[in-house]
């Protein structure tokens, strides 16, 4: 919360577009990139450094491991790297692909991209990691884009979805961002593709789609929702409240609603419809992390998921719960969740052995205790 007020009003104005997070800050004006094959070509090594830096550091600390938890293990993944490391650990039961970081649409002959036979690349593509996934033993779970506009190059998510059934690579789970997603949703499941619902794939809605009390959560399910993520912006006292509430409705279908819980993930503080390097150097529509520095001089991550052309800014340190067995466990989820945005490979192996890195958030879950 601090860093969030912290920002200089100089700065707040620096990205445009919807804020639903939090405030932007400038944009630090020798950003690197971080995208496949182009990392340290562009920019001082020094800057790469500091910031890879800042993420590997981990404390000496260990929490419980992913295989510890003797629990359903979900992990989100943004990148190529991050899948093939997630893929190969055994305590992971569940991966989420972005649909904004994978299946990347190419251009058809006339330069369009994502029309015709690109678009079938992109379902294709999209296709072969799910099977991927489910070779491997684990389900596969498509997380949506937070923004979706009718300019959106490629297809869009319902097409997508449409084209993952027909390839009969249907994804089990979706992890639902925006209410506009959750109502194109149920469209499709009563449409021929959808069989009518025969092709029934779990809708989990994400912790964007808030549910503090019961009413919002009833209004959840009524949009579709058959599993909820805890909400980021409750402490561990206000989740307990709500678990306790939900768990005493009258109807079972909402009393018993299963809960996903983030134990891990860099939070997003802003997404923006206006894309960071449309406004600076330009956009190429190629998905890469830049870097903002706030006044407090904390540098924090950029995804420009220019697949669509939206960004996100993330919290400079990543929020970790998973050294709270005892608070996490209390509250029953059904599945625990790590959220994977900046991280690398191995990283990513330690975070799910439990190594705690340096410079961590409690998010809000720790708000108000002694
Ligand atoms: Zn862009």
Redesign the pocket.
């Known amino acids: 919360m601090s860093q969030r007020d912290n920002l200089s009003k100089k700065n707040k104005r620096a990205v445009g577009g919807s804020s639903a997070e939090g405030r932007g800050s400038s944009v630090k004006k020798d950003a690197f990139e971080r995208s496949p094959g182009r990392s340290g070509k562009k920019f001082s090594v020094n800057q790469k450094e500091r910031y890879v830096k800042k993420v590997k550091t981990f404390s000496g600390e260990t929490g419980i491991s992913a295989e510890e938890w003797n629990m359903p293990v979900a992990v989100s993944v943004e990148t190529g790297e991050q899948l093939k490391t997630v893929l190969g650990e055994k305590a992971v039961s569940r991966i989420y692909i972005d649909e904004a970081c994978f299946g990347i649409p190419g251009k058809d002959a006339a330069g369009n991209s994502g029309k015709g036979k690109a678009g079938e690349h992109e379902t294709e593509a999209l296709a072969k990691i799910i099977r991927e996934i489910h070779e491997a033993g684990k389900e596969a779970g498509l997380r949506l884009r937070r923004i979706e506009r009718d300019t959106d190059p490629g297809l869009d998510s319902m097409s997508l979805l449409s084209g993952l059934i027909k390839l009969d690579a249907s994804p089990d789970m979706l992890l639902i961002r925006t209410f506009d997603e959750a109502m194109m949703l149920s469209d499709l499941e009563t449409s021929e593709t959808g069989n009518k619902g025969l092709n029934h794939i779990r809708k989990i809605f994400d912790y964007t789609c808030y549910g503090y009390n019961t009413e919002a959560v009833s209004m959840l399910k009524e949009l579709g929702a058959e599993g909820l993520t805890y909400p980021i912006e409750l402490n561990f006292k206000e989740c307990l409240n709500l678990r306790k509430a939900v768990k005493e409705l009258s109807d079972k279908v909402l009393s018993e609603i299963p809960y996903e819980m983030l134990v891990y993930g860099h939070l997003p503080m802003m997404v923006s419809a206006n894309?960071i390097?449309?406004t600076s150097a330009g956009?190429d529509?190629k998905n890469r992390f830049m870097v903002l520095r706030d006044r407090m001089q904390k540098d924090m991550p950029v995804r420009?998921y220019?697949k669509y052309?939206y960004n996100q800014i993330f919290n400079a340190e990543p929020l970790v719960l998973y050294d709270l067995p005892e608070d996490v466990r209390s509250l029953e989820p059904e599945c625990l969740r790590y959220d994977f945005s900046v991280e690398t490979g191995s990283e990513i192996r330690k975070i799910l052995a439990g190594a705690i890195p340096k410079d961590i958030t409690r998010g809000h879950f720790r708000h108000g205790v002694e």
């Open positions: 894309c390097r449309k956009c529509h420009c220019c052309c």
